[in-house]
């Protein structure tokens, strides 16, 4: 099973330059998230989105936008790239309704992204 | 606001010591729900156990076990008897019931090394 997908892995992008980060999920998850890993402060929600056609701000949304025009796809793009922009970005998707006892919001595996 | 701490920036223990990790959290929601989450070095988060609020039972699994005490509104992680492939950092993370989206919010994340 592939899971959640990012595209692409690494990028390294210059100042001012736009680019879009790709979530594909083949688990027929109602949620998705972006978020980002910076040293010592863990992982902090970008955006997420609770259906298609629907996405809202998490706790640092500015100088990104995202799209969900299909349920298995999330993007999340940069319109004009900051150096404060580089970190690793993952996308994670998860059920609506936490059910199970152990079900998790699943993991990407990243994209590693820098700004210079 | 829900809020996770993870003291423990780096703990460094030798093959076979115990380690505990300590996850403090802060919630308004009266229902919420706790996880642990593992990123070894290769980069991936790997979920290690959710827990429901109204569920106080500790959990053990192998090596590990999980101590969950709402009156002090704590969620330690014990690693018995470390092995290297223990080397990794850990995240501790909450999500409220109430908040839309099933959003996760992430501790700083404690690293820890294991050495032979």
């Known amino acids: 099973n592939a899971g959640v997908t990012q595209t692409p892995k690494f990028r390294v992008l210059k100042t001012g330059q736009s680019m879009t980060l790709l979530c594909a999920q083949d688990?027929?998850?109602?949620?998705m998230y972006w978020y980002r890993q910076d040293p010592g402060m863990g992982l902090r929600l970008i955006h997420y989105?609770?259906?298609?056609?629907?996405?809202a701000k998490g706790e640092v949304p500015d100088g990104y936008n995202v799209s969900r025009l299909k349920k298995q796809n999330f993007l999340l793009g940069l319109e004009s790239a900051a150096p404060s922009q580089t970190s690793v970005y993952f996308c994670?998707?998860?059920?609506?309704?936490?059910?199970?006892?152990?079900?998790?919001?699943?993991f990407g595996d990243g994209t590693r992204l820098s700004i210079l | 606001a829900q809020k996770v701490t993870q003291a423990q920036t780096e703990i460094s223990v030798v093959e076979k010591e115990d380690v505990t990790l300590d996850c403090v959290y802060e919630t308004r929601d009266t229902t919420y729900y706790l996880f642990w989450y593992k990123q070894p070095p290769s980069g991936e988060l790997v979920f290690l156990i959710r827990r429901n609020s109204f569920d106080e039972q500790n959990e053990i699994s192998g090596r590990y076990s999980w101590n969950f005490q709402k009156s002090t509104s704590s969620f330690n992680f014990t690693i018995t008897a470390s092995q290297v492939v223990d080397s990794a950092v850990y995240f501790c993370a909450l999500s409220e019931a109430k908040a839309a989206g099933n959003k996760l919010t992430f501790g700083g994340g404690t690293r820890v090394l294991v050495k032979p």
């Open positions: 688990m027929n998850h109602e949620y």
């Open positions: 989105s609770v259906g298609e056609g629907t996405t």
């Open positions: 994670a998707s998860s059920y609506a309704v936490l059910q199970s006892r152990n079900q998790p919001q699943h």
